[in-house]
C-alpha cells in the first residue's frame, strides 16, 4: 500500500462501529430429562443467540438439537436451567414466532392458501389482515398459481416452501426451523438454502436452525453451534466469516472446506466419525 493511500485512510473520518445487536434468546444451564430416571437429553446447555442472527444447531442423531429447539418454541419445559425469549422466561410459545417442523405437516383437506392461514382462523383473525402478503410470499416461493391446490398435488419440495410461508405469514421476529430440508432430494435442498437465504437477508429476523448437513450449517449460519451425543452438550461454537449473499460456488473455497473440516474433526474426536 502506497503513501498516499495510508494518508487519506488517517485522514479519514473514523466510522463508529455499530452497538452489538440485542439478546434474542438466552439459554441458561438448559438441562432436559425424560422421566425421573429416563433418557437425559440435553446437559448444562447456555447459548445466546442475538436479534438477526443466524445460528444453526449441528450434531448427531439423537443429541438433543430437536428437544432444544422445542424448549425454545415452548412446546417442552426444560427439567434445568433457563430459555428468555427477548428477557422474557419462556412458559409458553412466545408470541410472533414462527416454527418449521422436519415434515411439512400441512393438511391434506385444506388448499394451500387455507393451509397457511390456518394459524390465523385459529386465533380468529380476518384473513384480509394477511391476504396481501400471503400472495407476496406465494409469489416469492415460486407457488404463485398454486393457492388453490391441495398439497397431495405438489412436490415436496412445494410442500414445505407452503409450510415456510405459513411460519413466515404473520411476520414473526423469531424463526425455529428442526431440518425443515432433510426430506428433499439434493438438488431442491441447495435451492431451499438459496431461498432461505433471500428471506433472511432481506428481513434479518433472528433463525435458529436446526440441521445434520454440515456444509447446510456453513453455508446459512453466521455461528454453527455444534453438540455432543447424548446427552447433548455445546461441544464447539463457530463463527462463519465468509461474505454475503453466499452463492452455492462459496462451497468451493478453501475457507469454506476449512469450517467444515474444523467441524469433521470435532466429531472424528468424539468418535463420530471413522476415516479408516
Not at 438466552?26 to 425424560?34: C, F, I, L, N, R
Not at 452438550?233 to 468451493?252: F, G, H, N, Q, Y
Request: hydrophobic residues 45%.
Amino acid at each position: 500500500m502506497n503513501a498516499s493511500v495510508l494518508e487519506a485512510l488517517s485522514l479519514a473520518p473514523k466510522v463508529a462501529a455499530a452497538p452489538p445487536a440485542a439478546v434474542h434468546i438466552e439459554a441458561t444451564g438448559v438441562s432436559k430429562q425424560y422421566g425421573a430416571k429416563g433418557v437425559l437429553a440435553l446437559d448444562q446447555v447456555s447459548l445466546s443467540v442475538r436479534e438477526g442472527e443466524f445460528l444453526s444447531i449441528l450434531g448427531p442423531s439423537g443429541c438433543g438439537k430437536s428437544t432444544l429447539l422445542r424448549c425454545v418454541a415452548g412446546l417442552e419445559r426444560p427439567t434445568g436451567g433457563e430459555i428468555r425469549v427477548h428477557g422474557e422466561p419462556v412458559r409458553k410459545p412466545p408470541a410472533n414466532m414462527g416454527v418449521v417442523f422436519q415434515r411439512d405437516v400441512l393438511l391434506e383437506w385444506r388448499s394451500i392458501l387455507d393451509n397457511m392461514f390456518l394459524q390465523v382462523d385459529f386465533r380468529g383473525e380476518p384473513r384480509g389482515r394477511y391476504m396481501e402478503r400471503a400472495h407476496e410470499l406465494l409469489d416469492l416461493f415460486g407457488l404463485k398459481g398454486f393457492e388453490k391446490a391441495f398439497p397431495a398435488q405438489l412436490s415436496g419440495g412445494m410442500r414445505q416452501r407452503a409450510a415456510i410461508c405459513r411460519a413466515l405469514l404473520a411476520n414473526p421476529d423469531l424463526l425455529l426451523m428442526d431440518e425443515p430440508f432433510g426430506a428433499l432430494d439434493a438438488l431442491t435442498r441447495d435451492q431451499m438454502n438459496l431461498e432461505l437465504q433471500k428471506i433472511w437477508s432481506a428481513s434479518r429476523r433472528t433463525i435458529l436452525f436446526v440441521t445434520h448437513s454440515i456444509g447446510e450449517a456453513v453455508f446459512l449460519s453466521d455461528r454453527v453451534v455444534v453438540m455432543s451425543p447424548r446427552p447433548g452438550r455445546i461441544a464447539m461454537t463457530l463463527t462463519i466469516d465468509l461474505p454475503r449473499p453466499r452463492r452455492m460456488m462459496v462451497r468451493e473455497m478453501p475457507e469454506f472446506a476449512l469450517y467444515c473440516g474444523q467441524i469433521r474433526a470435532l466429531f472424528g474426536d468424539m468418535g463420530l466419525l471413522k476415516d479408516e
